[in-house]
């Protein structure tokens, strides 16, 4: 009886989390160049990002199954193959981002790489989980190189345990560039930060993931979400004529101290309400 009402309060909280998935989740967005050789393939929210090289690509993220055909279209939209996808990476193991990385492999022959902590998540088949095998496991540091190009993975933990931020020095015409791609800094409702049994480190592990994104230096402020950066409104300042829309490195200050505070109001929260988890 345990064991089934924990499953209930389980499917519950998933339902709850997938009624949230804002409409532009599996919106169509347009395709396009963000600075150098990296590209937005993703949708209206659920970002993916293409770097393009001699040797092939490097997609960050796969969004849902339902979500693929989106990001095929996208990256033929910009003159590239989907076949010539060499690696797959993620921002976290949550769905949202990760649950077609299976797919992408089988069709693709891409090397999926994550994070060590993320790693059992990605491999597991509970409902909703890709059941990926990973090809290779990245540790806080890691670097992944393809073509001349250099993604760092920095372990920025709490919303998942081996949450990743990605960071890249792109190569924009005369200018060097620094691209910060968030993994997330979000609590979600149910997130236990006081006394979670699961993952007693998980407030430690948000406050190191505050302390790593105040030190990445940012100019091309990226993550998970278009929501994160204001994807749509950088979009819009793009195709009216600016070449700099998407360089943002005080929005990208604003936006972690903003997430920071909302932690730490969270947290204390549950510290004074011990048991309650967020809304
Ligand atoms: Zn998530």
Request: glycine share 10%; net charge negative.
């Amino acid at each position: 009886m345990i064991m089934r009402r924990a499953m209930l309060l389980f499917f519950v909280a998933a339902a709850s989390v997938l009624a949230q998935g804002n409409p532009d989740w599996h919106a169509a967005f347009p395709a396009f160049r963000i600075a150098g050789n990296l590209y937005y393939v993703g949708t209206g929210d659920l970002a993916v990002y293409l770097i393009n090289t001699p040797q092939g690509n490097i997609l960050i993220n796969s969004d849902f199954p339902e979500d693929l055909p989106l990001i095929k279209k996208s990256i033929e939209e910009l003159g590239f193959k989907y076949g010539d996808t060499k690696i797959i990476l993620i921002s976290h193991a949550h769905g949202d981002h990760d649950a077609a990385t299976g797919l992408i492999k089988n069709e693709t022959g891409a090397k999926l790489m994550v994070m060590d902590a993320d790693v059992p998540e990605e491999e597991s088949n509970a409902p909703g989980r890709p059941g990926a095998h990973v090809d290779r496991v990245l540790h806080d540091g890691s670097t992944v190189e393809l073509g001349g190009s250099k993604l760092v993975a920095h372990l920025t933990p709490g919303h998942t345990k081996g949450c990743t931020t990605w960071t890249m020095q792109v190569h924009d015409g005369a200018r060097t560039l620094n691209a910060v791609i968030v993994g997330s800094p979000n609590v979600n409702p149910g997130y236990i930060l006081a006394g979670n049994k699961n993952y007693p480190r998980i407030a430690e592990d948000y406050q190191k993931t505050f302390a790593v994104l105040k030190s990445l230096p940012c100019d091309v402020f990226l993550g998970a979400h278009g929501a994160y950066f204001g994807l749509k409104a950088k979009y819009e300042k793009m195709k009216a004529g600016s070449k700099d829309a998407f360089i943002d490195p005080d929005g990208y200050k604003a936006y972690v101290a903003e997430r920071e505070e909302t932690f730490r109001k969270e947290w204390d929260r549950q510290k004074q309400n011990p048991g309650s988890a967020a809304p």
